[in-house]
Each structure stands twice: as C-alpha cells, then as structure tokens.
C-alpha cells in the first residue's frame, strides 16, 4: 500500500509540473496558475518523500530501497537519515528541497508577479527531469518479492550524525543555485537586465554558497573522524565535483557585486551563474550515478547514466543556447583602474574559473576517456598538489591585496611592505618551530599570513586603533558597513583555512604499532598505554572498546577510547577513532585490528598539528556568508 | 559580432562534448566500466619492491601469468580480501599474488604482512601511483589477473575466488 501512494504522489507532482510548463504556454490565461502548481508540486514530492522515511520508520521490507539500506535494529535518526544515504532516496531529497525554495522564492521574491511565474516555469523544468528520472528509472519505491523479513542494513561508515546532515546541506547549496540560474536566463529571454535583479539575486547566491560550505565542511569532517586515515580530504572525484560549484559560487558572489556596484560584467556573471547550476546538477549526478566508485556511490547501472546525460544535455544546451543568441545586450564597458577592489574582483573571478578548469579536468576527463575508449585512468593527488596548490597561493595573495585596496592612499608601499615582512617573519618563526618541509608548503603558510595580516590590518586601521581611543574605536566598529563586516570575516576564515590546512597537512606525524595490555607505544612526545580492553554491545552492532591511557611529555591527558565496531547485520565492521583536540595539534588514535586471541590491537597514532584551524576557519567562512544572507540589507549593498 | 561568436564557444563545447559522450556511452553500453582494459597487454612494472628491493617487472621475471592485488593497511575491506588471499595462497601455492600498495608507508605495509600473513611472491609501492594510472585502478581493493602477460579479468573490491581459481584450472 505505501510504495503505491509514493508512486502515485511522485506521478501527481510530475503532472503539476508538466502544467506548470506546458499551460502557460497554449493559453494566457491566468499567470497566477503557476505558482499554485508549484505548491502542488511541493506537497507531493514531499509527500512522497514522507513516505519513504515512513516506510523506513515502520521498516517496510517490501519496499526494495528499505530493504537494501534498513535493518529493524537501526537507531530511528540513522532509518531516517537511511532514506536519504542511498541513490534513490537521495534524489527524492534533492528534487524535495528544489520544490522547497521555489515555494520560498514564491512568496518572498520582490520581482513582479508576472517574472515570477516564469521563472517558476523554468524551475518546474528542472524539478519535471528529476521527477522524471525518479519514476523512470531510479524509483525508490520499487517492490521486492516476496517480502523478507529483515533488511541489509545501512553501510555502517555511513552511521553518522555529520553524514545524515551532509547530504541536505549540500544539496541545499545545488538547489539554491537554480534560482540565480532561472532569474538570468529569464532575464536574457525577455532582453532585460534591471540592476535590481541582481540585488534580488544576491540573497541566493549567497545562500548557495553558504550551505556549499557548510556541506563541504561537515563531508570533510566526517571523513576525518570517521574513515580513520586521519586525513580531511583525499581529491576523490566525487569531493572534486561538490569542490567545482563552490569555485563558482564564490567567483559569482564576487562578480554578483560587480555588477551591482558598477554595472559591469553582467554577461559574464549570467554565464558564471549557468554554470554554477549546471556544476550543481554535475556534482549530485557524478556521486549518484555510478558513474564514479568511492564511498559516496552505490549504484552502476547505465540507463541512468544515459538518462543524466541526456537530462543534464537538455538543460545546458537550452541555457547556453539562450545565453549564446541573447547575451551581449547588458551592462556598459567601464575601465576599471588597475588598482581598484573592482579590478580584484575581475581578478579573482580570473583565478577562481582557472582552478573550476582544472578541477573540472581533472574530474570528468578520466570519465570522458572511460565511456570513448573503455578504458579507464585514473588522476591522482600529485596533479592536483602541482596545479590546485600553486594557483590557490597566487589567489590568497591577490585577496589579501586587492581587498584592503584604498583609492585614497598614499602610504600604499609602506602597508604592503609591512604586511609582506610580518608575514616573512611568521613564516621564519614558524620554519624555525617546523623545520624540514618543501618550499611550497612555506610559500603556502606566508600567502595564508599575507591575507590574514592584510585583513587585520586594514580592520585596525578602518577602526582607528592606533589612536587608543576605547570609545572612538567602538563608534567605529558600530559605524562599520555590514557588508564591509561580511567580507572581513570571510576573508579571515579563508586565511585561518588556508594556514590550517598547510600546517595539518605538512608537519603531521604517524606511527603504527601492536599493543597488549599494560604495553606502550611513543609518537614525538607523546605516549599512549592500553589499559585494557572493553567487550560492548550496543542495540545494533559490537564493540571493542580500547582504553588507552595518554600522556604528554610525562602529563596526563586522559584516556582515549578508540572503537572497533561489528556490526553484524551488514557483516563489516568500522572503527571509531578517538581524538583528542587542542588548539595546537590534534593527537589521533585509530584503531585497526583486534586480535582476540592474543588479546591486542593494532593501532595508529596521528598528530596533526593546527587541525582545529580548518574547522574553526571553514566555521568562520560560513558564518560570513550567512551573516552576509541575514544581515547585510540588500539596498545598501 | 566578435562578442557573439565568444558567447557561441560555451554552447558549441558543451554541444561537442555531449555528443562525444553519447556516442561513447552506445559503443561501451554493453561492456561493463569495471572490465575495461582486458586484452590490453601489461606494462613493465618498474615500482621498486619493498621486499626483494628489485624492480618488480624483475621479480616478474618473465612468468606471464600472475596476479596483480592493489590495496592499503588503511583499508577495511583490503583486510578482509588480504584475509581471503592468504587462505587461497595456502590451498595453492602455485598462483603466483604480486601486491602493489600507494598512499601508504612501507612500515605499515611490513606490519600488515607481519600480522595477517603474506599472500603476496613480492610487494611494490607505487608511490607515484603511475602503476595504477597506468592499469585504471581508481579504489581499492582492485585484483587483477594477467594470463600472457595481459589482462583477463579484474576484480573491483570483492574478489570472485571460484573465477580466479578457474584460471589456474584450465
């Protein structure tokens, strides 16, 4: 009975969007219908959706999807979060919160009623494909017969609170991109780019680029505490193609400002926002196909792959096609003085669509030459270290620079030669602490300094700091522009980012060993002893439990209890790895292997030095871009 | 008219690249991805082994038939198939395993041997990874059998051990 409601309300919500499309075309008649078939669509898809995470609650094993990804003895969070850790329940997610924004951007869009529904019309195009390829050929309701009685399971790595968040985040993020998307292009059909279209824009392209971070920032984080290599990210083609629209989104952020400022780059920033959304719709089929094999990938099955490429061909030759006949009419030709915060911005528009280039090269290149020949290659992480890194360092350098650019100034040479030597004397401070590392991982340390100095900096000065003034100073901060605010704080997120990853990922250290009880194993200055070892069963799975008592150059730190799980429902087991987390280094234990007749475990040490620097600045990154979305006015940007 | 033909280049490469992927799909549509590459011929495998310390083309030496495994001491699932080989390496001896890791230390690699068995004639690290570019191999655990010194079949994750006993058999 459920899976037959499910079907029935995806088919209903296909049909609301095939009217939503097609109405408005044959007749004139009332605009507003398309916008309470974009309700409709709504409460089917999420209906549906409903549904599922139901039929997974109720463990309905005769649906085939729950069967596969459920098991009765799961905690309730992780059946729900199951619905969506798989192919077809993911996609249902995705379709779910396109159908979400778009009723958000029906109500609160300060466009005219009239753009409003067409705009919704290309949105319901979008959201019919993916309905479309849900029903088709990748329905999560399909029935297995006869019903079993007990599921498979959910792949246990996938049994984690930041991974059942990581998904809706991040498609969030895809989402969001298609209204920035539709809105151009709408504005490309009707030959007309007002310059309040792109204040109105601005909201959601800050948003897309908000929960990319977000979403990006937790996937890593689960990879680092859950795969237990102890690293954060590892250039797998499937993190690469959620990397590829976050480059763009935040060149778009950028130019978005261009043209609102000055009226300039707007064909550009139509085209940047057409590709963001086409990366989008690249990033959640590149990991939901198949066609790529990791962690994130369940599915090889070619009629998809066929359906997704066709879908994805549709889209990009409709929007490139409109934007090849139409573009050109918009914007004025301005020169811009070489030395301007707008001259950055074109610069870091040049810089980021360089790295989307080589990411995308990288990525779908290897899958090119898999589907032409039948072959396969695979690109490792030496090309991306050799053209990725190099690239990132000149456009930190640049943001630092441009950013804190001033019109009128006259000690220009003195700020930056301050900046450039304070940050040679963090980074000789820092190769005196850390000796024995290659010449770019420095070079990256002092592009991350070169940012952050230059946006301190210019904060102090803006506030006047140097006047010791404590009530002038705060008159100062109030007086600041929330949109000046914004900025700073991204800026300084992705320079405490870019210092933390350089340091975690240069100077970090690991040994491996066997231990038994009451025997120790050293790493630097750190030791760690088993104390023991602890037999736990939780509803679904077993666990080891290590208890490994820490010290510190002769200090104790605490017991570190690293796991290792069965779970028997899946037959696989995971492991659990305790870290324990200062400000300066992160101390790891993994564990490996327990051996139960001899009594011991294998496990891995790590440090890590400064990882807390990528969580805290990728934290702050976000926090800027949220901040932006809620408290910059958008007339005043 | 210069500005129209620039705004042309993004639908014209997304036009030919559609098409080249389409085409590529129906000429592939019936060859499953993961069994790329059979028939192709091996190259010399010139990664140093971390055992014999010679190259493993060397250590080779001239046997055309041989089994390829790639994998991690990092990886779950390599330990449960490293488990299997070792048991399969016992039965018969006369499968010739060569183990080929990356992305991993050479302790941590001996530690491993040391503690679930070595299935493995010799073991090479493909530190640059040119070994795996070179044979396709994009995860692990990945087993590869070479008959004739090319490639016959190929395992992604689980290996298949009544198919890879079957080539011994014939």
Redesign the interface.
């Known amino acids: 009975m459920l899976p037959f409601i499910g079907n029935l309300s995806l088919i209903i919500a296909l049909i609301f969007a095939a009217s939503a499309i097609i109405i408005p075309l044959i007749s004139q008649g009332p605009t507003r219908f398309v916008g309470n078939a974009v309700i409709g669509q709504f409460i089917f898809s999420a209906g549906s959706l409903g549904i599922l995470i139901y039929g997974y609650i109720i463990s309905d094993f005769c649906i085939s999807n729950v069967y596969h990804n459920s098991h009765i003895s799961k905690p309730l969070i992780y059946k729900i979060a199951g619905a969506w850790a798989n192919h077809e329940g993911s996609i249902l997610l995705w379709v779910n919160l396109l159908a979400m924004i778009n009723i958000i951007f029906l109500i609160f869009s300060k466009l005219d009623i009239y753009s409003r529904m067409k705009i919704l019309q290309l949105q319901s195009l979008i959201f019919a494909g993916i309905i479309g390829f849900i029903i088709f050929v990748s329905n999560p309701f399909n029935l297995i017969e006869p019903t079993p009685i007990s599921g498979k399971g959910l792949n246990p790595l996938l049994q984690d609170i930041g991974l059942a968040m990581h998904p809706p985040a991040l498609y969030l993020g895809y989402v969001c991109s298609s209204v920035p998307f539709a809105t151009f292009l709408w504005s490309l059909i009707k030959k007309e780019f007002p310059q309040t279209l792109a204040i109105h824009m601005h909201s959601w392209i800050l948003a897309t680029w908000s929960f990319l971070t977000i979403g990006i920032g937790l996937g890593s984080s689960w990879a680092y505490r859950e795969l237990g290599w102890g690293g954060f990210w590892f250039w797998d083609p499937v993190e690469n193609s959620s990397l590829m629209p976050w480059l763009l989104a935040t060149a778009l952020v950028h130019s978005n400002l261009l043209v609102i400022k000055r009226g300039i780059l707007v064909n550009w920033t139509i085209l940047l926002a057409i590709f963001t959304f086409l990366a989008s719709l690249l990033g959640t089929f590149l990991v939901r196909s198949g066609i790529l094999i990791s962690v994130h990938s369940f599915a090889n099955d070619p009629k998809r792959g066929v359906y997704i490429l066709c879908y994805f061909t549709i889209i990009a030759i409709i929007s490139l096609g409109i934007f090849a006949l139409r573009s050109g009419n918009f914007g004025t030709r301005k020169q811009l003085s070489l030395l301007s915060q707008e001259a950055g911005i074109f610069f870091n528009n040049l810089y980021l669509f360089t790295l989307f280039i080589t990411i995308c090269l990288g990525t779908i290149y290897p899958i090119l030459y898999q589907y032409i020949s039948g072959n396969s290659i695979s690109v490792g992480e030496g090309y991306y270290v050799k053209t990725f890194i190099p690239i990132t360092l000149g456009l930190l350098i640049f943001c630092g620079f441009f950013s804190t650019i001033r019109h009128k100034n006259n000690n220009f040479t003195i700020k930056y030669l301050f900046i450039t030597s304070f940050s040679l004397v963090f980074v000789m401070a820092i190769s005196y602490q850390y000796p024995k590392a290659s010449i770019i991982s420095y070079l990256a340390l002092f592009a991350g300094m070169f940012l952050l100095s230059a946006m301190v900096l210019d904060y102090f000065a803006k506030i006047e700091i140097h006047k010791c003034d404590m009530t002038l100073t705060l008159d100062k901060v109030k007086g600041l522009s929330r949109s000046y605010n914004a900025m700073m704080i991204s800026h300084i997120g992705l320079a405490i980012l870019a210092i933390g990853i350089t340091m975690a990922s240069t100077w970090d250290h690991e040994i491996d060993g066997e231990l038994k009880e009451g025997t120790t194993l050293k790493l630097a200055n750190y030791t760690a002893q088993l104390k023991g070892l602890e037999l736990k069963k939780i509803h679904n799975y077993v666990a080891v439990v290590a208890d490994l008592y820490v010290e510190k150059s002769g200090n104790e730190i605490g017991h570190l209890k690293p796991e290792q799980r069965f779970y028997n429902v899946e037959k696989s087991q995971t492991s659990e790895s305790a870290i324990h987390s200062v400000f300066l280094e992160d101390f790891y234990i993994s564990m490996s292997e327990f051996s139960p007749s001899n009594n011991s475990i294998l496990v891995r040490l790590f440090i890590r030095p400064f990882m807390s620097l990528i969580w805290i600045g990728a934290v702050i990154l976000s926090f800027g871009g949220l901040y932006s979305l809620l408290f910059v006015p958008r007339r005043s940007l | 008219m210069k ?2 033909f620039i ?2 280049i ?2 014209m490469v ?2 030919i ?2 098409l ?6 129906k ?3 019936n ?4 069994k ?2 059979i028939g ?1 011929e091996v190259p010399a495998i010139t990664i140093r082994s971390i055992i014999s310390h010679k190259e493993l083309a060397e250590s080779i030496n001239d046997k055309p038939d041989y089994v390829l495994h790639f994998f991690t ?2 990886c ?1 699932y390599c ?1 449960v198939e490293h488990r299997k080989l070792v048991r399969m390496a016992k039965r018969n001896n006369k499968i010739p395993i060569y183990g080929i890791f990356g ?1 991993d ?1 050479e ?2 690699i001996k ?1 491993m041997l040391k ?1 679930n068995g070595n299935p493995f004639k010799d073991v090479a690290n493909d530190e ?2 040119e070994i ?2 070179d044979l ?4 692990i655990p990945e087993t590869i059998i070479v008959k004739d010194n090319k490639i016959v079949d190929r395992f ?1 994750g689980e290996i298949d051990e009544k198919a890879l006993n079957s080539y011994w058999e014939q």
Do not use: C, D, H, Q
Request: glycine share 8%.
């Open positions: 500005a129209k705004a042309l993004p639908l997304m036009i690249l559609a080249i992927l389409l085409v590529g799909i000429l592939n549509l060859k499953p991805i993961f790329a590459l192709k001491s990092w779950e330990l992305r230390s302790e941590n530690l503690k640059y990874g795996s570019i396709g191999v994009n995860g992604k």
